[in-house]
């Protein structure tokens, strides 16, 4: 019990004189001057492109636009149609682990 507590007290210790070490060390830092501020490029460093909006990206009726409205904006392709995707339900059977067979 003794043990744990002198462990306790010596643990503070070290972290309280770890947070003096450091403020010390934070005030002796030189924050740079202004003139020595990296300064801003005299031309920009990259193109903004303005690209203008579709169309048909919005209804303009004030018709609520669902998910399944929206037009799909991928760069990801899979490039499989709906009868290629893989079937999902109680008769689907991928063979993967935990597909139900006997094993071996």
């Given at each position: 019990m003794l043990g744990i507590i002198f462990f306790g007290i010596v643990l503070v210790a070290l972290l309280c004189a770890a947070?003096?070490?450091?403020?010390?060390?934070?005030?002796?830092?030189v924050t740079p001057r202004p003139e020595e501020q990296p300064h801003k490029p005299d031309r920009p460093a990259h193109v903004e492109?303005?690209?203008?909006?579709d169309e048909?990206?919005?209804?303009?009726?004030?018709?609520?636009?669902?998910?399944y409205n929206m037009h799909p904006h991928s760069s990801h392709?899979?490039?499989?149609?709906?009868?290629?995707?893989?079937?999902?339900?109680?008769?689907?059977h991928s063979g993967s682990f935990g597909s139900g067979g006997l094993g071996g």
């Open positions: 947070m003096w070490w450091d403020g010390r060390r934070r005030a002796a830092l492109e303005i690209r203008e909006a048909d990206a919005f209804p303009h009726d004030g018709e609520r636009l669902l998910p392709s899979t490039g499989k149609g709906r009868e290629e995707r893989p079937k999902h339900g109680p008769n689907a």
